[in-house]
């Protein structure tokens, strides 16, 4: 038992320091925000901006965040107020504060937000000091709450951009049909891309953000269906014929590998953006499906085959050579690789058969000692991890309440957080940036 937990707190470490989990945490204090002028609005949007700023400090995994119970009755709304030794003595005992005010005025709103080392000796304690001013709604102060957020982040987490401004496409067929949707990476904002009234699956947005990739049926079958977020319509894309599905995007935005059967049974092929110049990849039966690409170095792609079985999670090179085999046991499916090229996540049933019950949990591999660990157990089926931009968090689908829903979670399994509620969610898919 002693070995076992020795292995795992070692398992741990590992992703922590490859996720950048593992860097000491700050003690944050992120005091809400005064208002600044007597505009009625002021309410709303104070407490929309203070709920948003601290759940997107808390959702970033690298901070101490303090208790807002431990907290001086009296809050600095500008630096002249602010009394650091309140703030860097027990009992929040902060060694950095988020402080700031909010006004309204003629519809327009002004946001002013500092970030000041409360410990500090020196005669410059601050660190950060931002204005925004944008109309006077919810939704631009949720933003501006979002940008002030990923400044504090990157300041504080070792250059690494914040996530709170990116998105999340996934499936959901809460209208009555299979369509593409999109929400905030905290679960706000969710509404439909895609009103084609079929079944449309796999999701996969453009490192650009232009471009939204993803597979439907049509009446000659399942084919690669292309939106332009930039045009907020369809726009046309080659027909390959046979079935089509899973496509992946090249880190550079010039390509996109899928699993197509137009040669008679399911091969990885890649095609340029517009879909032509293509080329296969892999030969044989199969079946070859869910290609992704290294996001690092766009050197080589992971994908699954059942060429001996049970699928079972490889890589090869970009240009189809050298293909090895990750996983040996089980039944493996949907590979996500990690921004900074070291991991593979996964969907894994290690322990599948007849007599032999098992969970859809899923799984982080490093890719070259091929060392795995667990990070989730028995939660109910979970499939479609995916990485975000940070390389700290990664989103999934699972059936843990018994409808699919979409969870985040910090890249070592912790910090569960669920994203869906409504109908049936599923194959996240985080943007780029």
């Known amino acids: 038992m002693l070995l076992l937990f020795a292995a795992s707190a070692f398992a741990q470490d590992w992703i922590k320091t490859g996720t950048g989990l593992g860097v000491e945490k700050v003690r944050l204090a992120a005091s809400d925000f005064k208002p600044a002028t007597q505009d009625p609005k002021n309410t709303d949007l104070l407490k929309t901006f203070n709920d948003t700023l601290f759940s997107d400090l808390d959702n970033a995994g690298i901070f101490d965040l303090v208790s807002k119970s431990f907290y001086p009755v009296s809050v600095p709304g500008q630096p002249t107020e602010l009394n650091a030794r309140d703030w860097g003595s027990p009992p929040p005992n902060a060694s950095m504060l988020a402080f700031g005010n909010l006004g309204v005025t003629s519809d327009k709103v002004q946001v002013q937000g500092w970030l000041y080392d409360v410990k500090s000796t020196s ?69 439909a891309v895609t009103h084609l009234g079929s079944i449309s699956l796999s999701p996969r947005i453009a490192p650009d953000g232009s471009r939204l990739a993803f597979s439907s049926v049509l009446k000659s079958g399942w084919e690669i269906m292309m939106y332009s977020l930039e045009l907020n319509r369809m726009v046309s894309f080659t027909r390959f014929g046979g079935m089509n599905l899973s496509p992946s995007w090249s ?47 766009g050197a080589q792609i992971a994908f699954v085959s059942g060429r001996t079985g049970l699928p079972q999670i490889y890589t090869m090179e970009a240009d189809g050579t050298n293909v090895q085999r990750l996983t040996d046991q089980g039944y493996a499916v949907s590979p996500n690789w990690a921004p900074n090229g070291q991991f593979l996540t996964f969907s894994w049933m290690r322990k599948y058969g007849p007599g032999e019950p098992g969970s859809n949990d899923l799984y982080l591999m490093d890719i070259a000692s091929k060392q795995w660990v667990q990070l989730t157990h028995d939660a109910g089926r979970n499939d479609s991890p995916c990485w975000s931009p940070d390389g700290r968090h990664i989103v999934f689908q699972s059936h843990r309440t018994g409808t699919d829903q979409i969870f985040s979670m910090l890249a070592d399994g912790t910090n569960v957080k669920q994203l869906t509620f409504s109908g049936n969610n599923s194959q996240p898919n985080w943007s780029w940036k």
Do not use: C
């Not at 501006?144 to 959901?172: M, N, T």
């Open 123 to 191: 005669t410059s304690p601050q660190v950060l000091g931002k204005q925004y001013n944008d109309n006077a709604t919810t939704d631009a102060v949720r933003v501006i709450a979002h940008k002030f957020a990923d400044e504090i982040i990157f300041r504080l987490g070792g250059g690494i951009a914040g996530i709170a401004e990116s998105k999340i496409y996934f499936v959901s067929s809460r209208g009555g049909s299979k369509e593409i949707w999109v929400m905030d990476y905290d679960g706000a904002n969710q509404h």
């Open 251 to 297: 880190p550079d935005g010039s390509k996109l590998a899928l699993s197509s059967s137009r040669n008679g049974y399911p091969n990885i092929f890649v095609v340029d953006a517009a879909g032509g110049n293509s080329k296969r990849l892999t030969s044989g039966q199969g079946p070859d499906v869910s290609p992704t690409w290294n996001r690092k170095t």
